[in-house]
T-cell receptor, first 115, second 109 residues
Framework: DTGVSQDPRHKITKRGQNVTFRCDPI?????LYWYRQTLGQGPEFLTY????????KSRLLSDRFSAERPKGSFSTLEIQRTEQGDSAMYLC?????????????FGAGTRLSVL | LAKTTQPISMDSYEGQEVNITCSHN???????ITWYQQFPSQGPRFIIQ???TKVTNEVASLFIPADRKSSTLSLPRVSLSDTAVYYC??????????FGTGTRLQVFP
């Protein structure tokens, strides 16, 4: 257990529905990252926050995706009008500014299945 | 961003030493070589990183030749619990990690 919590662990939804995932980083970590991982592939970067500011977004993050970190603590990732191609593991990671930037602590992920 | 190439899969038996080689021909001066391990249904976990020569910790060793165009992760005396996917990353002046497809290591009894 790295200390990064993600909820729920699994989510099954029907195409067209909206889903929201939550990530609670390690308490003193001010940087929070979201990645997506499909079967047989490595994680792909989606976006990251420093405190409550969203500093970078990948081209993978379409208009249907939105991430927030309103108080600089937990973060949510929402997918609107889900599509079957959104089925993947959504991973959250965190670290503290000033620590080694190459070391991120990952949660166990939320596995999304879109039917 | 440097691209890495590593074998898709490897098999080993318990007690053997496993060496996973990663190629990164376009590595830049400021880049570090970082390895992560991922078990099924878990997120990746950092295991080791280095810039050049050899680095060793309680989990693995990392060998990097002088030209830094490749690196080798060495796992001594593997056990069944080392069965996982191992990712080689080259990380520079960026705050995001770029993962390839990794090497799937299967350890047999």
């Amino acid at each position: 257990d790295t200390g990064v919590s993600q909820d729920p662990r699994h989510k099954i939804t029907k195409r067209g529905q909206n889903v929201t995932f939550r990530c609670d980083p390690i308490s003193e970590h001010n940087r929070l990252y979201w990645y997506r991982q499909t079967l047989g592939q490595g994680p792909e970067f989606l976006t990251y926050f420093q405190n409550e500011a969203q500093l970078e977004k990948s081209r993978l993050l379409s208009d249907r995706f939105s991430a927030e970190r309103p108080k600089g603590s937990f973060s949510t990732l929402e997918i609107q009008r889900t599509e079957q191609g959104d089925s993947a593991m959504y991973l959250c990671a965190s670290r503290r500014t000033g620590d080694d930037k190459n070391i991120q602590y990952f949660g166990a992920g939320t596995r999304l299945s879109v039917l | 961003l440097a691209k890495t190439t590593q074998p898709i899969s490897m098999d080993s038996y318990e007690g053997q030493e496993v060496n996973i080689t990663c190629s990164h021909n376009n590595i830049a001066t400021n880049d570090y070589i970082t390895w992560y391990q991922q078990f099924p249904s878990q997120g990746p976990r950092f295991i080791i990183q280095g810039y050049k020569t050899k680095v060793t910790n309680e989990v693995a060793s990392l060998f990097i030749p002088a030209d830094r165009k490749s690196s080798t992760l060495s796992l001594p005396r593997v056990s069944l619990s080392d069965t996982a996917v191992y990712y080689c990353l080259v990380v520079g002046d960026t705050d995001k990690l770029i993962f390839g497809t990794g090497t799937r290591l299967q350890v047999f009894p």
